[in-house]
């Protein structure tokens, strides 16, 4: 079982800048995928940004060169910069890790929510 505990959301004015961190605690392998995923209201949750275990990554459209998606050294803390917010960036901001062992299985935080002032 694997446990994601996120923090770092808040409100911040359009322009503005937040770091959110996901930390990542139980049985987790060493092949794997950590992402950031969101949902505003009333919408589908959809991908933000992830990366692997090797460091690759995918990000959305939208955020492309403003968000930068991290992981710390022990592998199991996510980090996810996210610069030059816009009104559309409001939503519930949720940290996901992937990883394959005899299914694959897959774990959602609780997520932290994120509102931008224009």
């Known amino acids: 079982q694997v446990q994601l505990v996120e923090s770092g959301g808040g409100l911040v004015q359009a322009g503005g800048s937040l770091r959110l961190s996901c930390a990542a605690s139980g049985t987790i392998f060493s092949i794997n995928v950590m992402g950031w995923y969101r949902q505003a209201p009333g919408e589908q949750r959809v991908l933000v940004a992830n990366i692997s275990n090797s460091g690759s990554t995918t990000f959305a459209e939208s955020v492309k060169g403003r968000f930068t998606i991290s992981r710390g050294n022990a592998k199991n803390t996510l980090y996810l910069q996210m610069n030059s917010l816009t009104p559309e960036d409001t939503a519930v901001y949720y940290c996901?890790?992937?990883?394959?062992?005899?299914?694959?299985?897959?774990?959602w935080g609780q997520g932290t929510q994120v509102t931008v002032s224009s």
């Open positions: 996901n890790l992937r990883q394959r062992g005899s299914s694959l299985y897959e774990y």
